[in-house]
Every structure is written in C-alpha cells, then in structure tokens.
C-alpha cells in the first residue's frame, strides 16, 4: 500500500531564512503526482506546489520549490526567503492515477520574527 | 470563481443522532472528494465522487455515507454519532479524476458529545 512519510513534525525558521520540510513516499506505481499543500490556522487549506512523476525538472512556484528524488521516493519542499505568512501547517500528498489521494501526517511550521 | 463551499461551518451533535453535510464545488468541478481531519489521525480520506458515482472509498465504517447530486454538489452523512466522529470534516473539488489538482473548502468543525 502506498504511504507518506513527514518525519519532522514540527519546525522553525528565522523569517528570511531557508527552510527544507522532508517527505518520503512507498509506491510501486511509476505514474503518479505529488504534492505540498499548506493550511494556516483557521484557513482552508491550499495548494503550494505539485509534481508530475515523469518530469525531471524539479517544480518552483515563487520561493517554493521541491527536490523531487524519484528513485529515492523522496520529495521534500524548499522555502526560500521565508516569510511571516508562511506559518502553517504543511501537508505532502500522493496520488496515482488508480487510487485515492494520501496526505502525510502534515509538518507544523514556525515563522520566527 | 466562487471556491468551495461548505455548510454548515459549525455544528455539535450529541451522541447517537446523524449529521448532514453540504460541500458546494467550485463551478464546473465534477469531482468531490471528503476528508476526515483529526489532531490524532491527521487527514484520512472518506470518499471520493465524479458524476454521481462513488469513485473511492476510505477505511470507515458504514455508518458515513456520501452522495453526489446532478450538479456536483454532495453530501455526507455520518450517522449513529460516537464522540470519536469530532473532527475538521473537509471537502475537495476538482475537474476531473485521477491527479487533478484538488480545491479545499474552509470544513465543516462538527463537535460530538
């Protein structure tokens, strides 16, 4: 059965800072998407980035970017230049094209001033 | 575009009754997905519907149920209530099926006593 994996759950920063949350994921599928999405507190929850398997190139959006190691499972997301509104907690998730979405069990984040 | 709806926002139940609740898609979105947000148990998918047929279906006992109606919006149902049901009950839409980037609704908070 396919799994992910958030090792940290919970981390801090220094606004303006770099910040790298980890994931791992077990799959024996070879066509898949994954991605990070991210709830603030008391707000719905968002989509950051997503990864397409068959791609290479690593996805960015603005200051957020991903390491997307397919041989290794592992897809972490990169937070540059951190800020304030970054705060939140930050969930990975894995979906093949035969089964249903699966969420880690989600990184909490801290901005700190 | 509006973004998706969800009713209603709060609600607490006592243990035994049955709870309804309403997920409005984003327009055109034909797929709705339900998920079960806990501190404990993180987000656990329920079910998952495109077109009025159930797609997916989680690990949970028969007491919840789902519906989709012509015009993609849907309903669960969680009935005979246990106070282990309190939980962030949140709902997904998206285009199609398989990897499609899914669009939360801000969850409905439902409180079992």
């Known amino acids: 059965a396919q799994t992910v994996t958030q090792s940290q759950p919970e981390m801090s920063v220094q606004e303006a800072e770099t910040v790298t949350l980890s994931c791992t994921y077990d799959?024996?599928?070879?066509?898949?998407?994954l991605f990070w999405y991210k709830q603030p507190p008391s707000r719905q929850m968002i989509l950051v980035i997503r990864?397409?398997?068959?791609?290479?190139q690593n996805a960015t959006e603005n200051r957020f970017s991903v390491n997307f190691q397919k041989a290794a499972k592992s897809f972490s997301l990169k937070i540059s230049d951190s800020q304030l509104g970054d705060a939140a907690m930050y969930f990975c998730?894995?979906?093949?094209?035969?089964?249903?979405?699966?969420f880690g069990k989600g990184t909490r984040l801290h901005i700190l001033p | 575009k509006a973004g998706v709806t969800q009713t209603p926002r709060y609600l607490i139940k006592t243990r035994g009754q049955q709870v309804t609740l309403s997920c409005s898609p984003i327009?055109?979105?034909?797929?709705v997905s339900w998920y079960q947000q806990t501190p404990g148990q993180g987000l656990q998918f329920l079910f998952e519907?495109?077109?009025?047929?159930?797609?997916n279906k989680g690990n949970f006992p028969g007491r919840f149920s789902g519906r989709q109606f012509s015009n993609s919006r849907s309903e669960m149902n969680v009935s005979t209530l246990e106070l282990g049901d309190s939980a962030l009950y949140l709902c997904?839409?998206?285009?199609?099926?398989?990897?499609?980037?899914?669009?939360f609704g801000p969850g409905t908070r439902l409180l079992v006593l």
């Open positions: 997904a839409s998206s285009w199609g099926l398989a990897m499609e980037t899914q669009y």
């Open positions: 799959t024996s599928e070879s066509d898949y998407y």
């Open positions: 990864q397409e398997a068959y791609k290479q």
């Open positions: 998730a894995y979906r093949s094209a035969v089964d249903k979405i699966i």
């Open positions: 327009s055109g979105h034909r797929s």
């Open positions: 519907y495109f077109s009025e047929t159930q797609r």
